[in-house]
């Protein structure tokens, strides 16, 4: 799915990168916990958090990651915005919960990832 | 046989600095990009190190990361001076965790550390004492 299509859906506003037109995410992860992020997304993921600190971009970045959205209308700080920056990551803000972000980007046929497998 | 390796890579790891940690694997990470190393096992590596370099913050007096490059494996080294790990068993359980709210409020803590950098690597091996613990990871080029 074209990121550009999921700043529509969530009404999201862009805090960093506006994102190249072709750029896409095949996979959602949804997590506060960057440990889980790290054993189950893939590089073809876009992370959605309500964590709000510096760890959430290191793991993005540890994991090739290029999109994140942070839910519940939290905005991340200036250092995260920076870390953000350092490493080309777009970053995302909406104002929709994360069950009603995950609800509106599954209907609209963003994947899950099959932590099974 | 020549058992150096062609690179070193260290880094020290301070413990409680949370606004720095990742700092480490970040540099590992870029280092190895420079050296034309295949993406999947630089994620390996980046996720290896960077749990690793969680736990050095959050749970010891702090240490170091080694990143050894060698013709056809990577050996990433974690050592730390303590206290150690009490039942190494539990802590590689998935969901086993020692860490505080706090760290938990910062999405760490999960209990995956371990098992994580298990599960990314070819070879892993842990010893600990109450003097510090070491982890010795293999992934294969």
Redesign the interface.
């Known amino acids: 799915m074209k990121v550009t299509k999921i700043i529509d859906i969530l009404k999201a506003e862009v805090l960093m990168n506006y994102p190249d037109e072709n750029l896409e995410v095949e996979y959602g992860c949804a997590s506060d916990l960057m440990s889980d992020v790290l054993a189950f997304a893939n590089s073809d993921s876009m992370l959605i958090t309500g964590l709000s600190n510096p760890q959430v971009i290191r793991t993005a970045e540890m994991m090739d990651i290029s999109t994140v959205v942070f839910v519940r209308g939290k905005k991340p700080g200036k250092e995260i915005l920076e870390l953000a920056e350092e490493n080309s990551l777009t970053i995302l803000a909406t104002d929709y919960s994360m069950f009603e972000t995950c609800g509106l980007l599954f209907l609209n046929g963003l994947k899950g990832i099959d932590v099974n497998e | 046989m020549n058992n150096r390796p062609l690179k070193r890579y260290s880094y020290r790891i301070i413990a409680n600095d949370?606004?720095v940690?990742?700092k480490g694997?970040?540099s590992i990470?870029s280092n190895l990009k420079s050296l034309g190393i295949d993406?999947t096992i630089i994620?390996r590596i980046?996720?290896i190190?960077?749990?690793a370099e969680?736990n050095i913050v959050i749970h010891s007096f702090g240490g170091k990361i080694h990143c050894d490059i060698y013709e056809n494996k990577i050996v990433l080294i974690s050592e730390d001076t303590g206290p150690g790990i009490k039942d190494v068993d539990l802590a590689m359980t998935e969901g086993y965790s020692t860490a505080t709210e706090s760290v938990r409020e910062?999405?760490?803590?999960?209990?995956?550390?371990l098992?994580?950098m298990k599960?990314y690597s070819d070879n892993f091996e842990i010893t600990t004492g109450s003097e510090g613990t070491r982890i010795t990871v293999t992934v294969y080029l």
């Open positions: 949370f606004m940690a990742g694997s970040s990470k993406a994620r980046a996720i190190s960077y749990e969680m910062l999405g760490f803590g999960a209990g995956m550390g098992p994580n599960k």
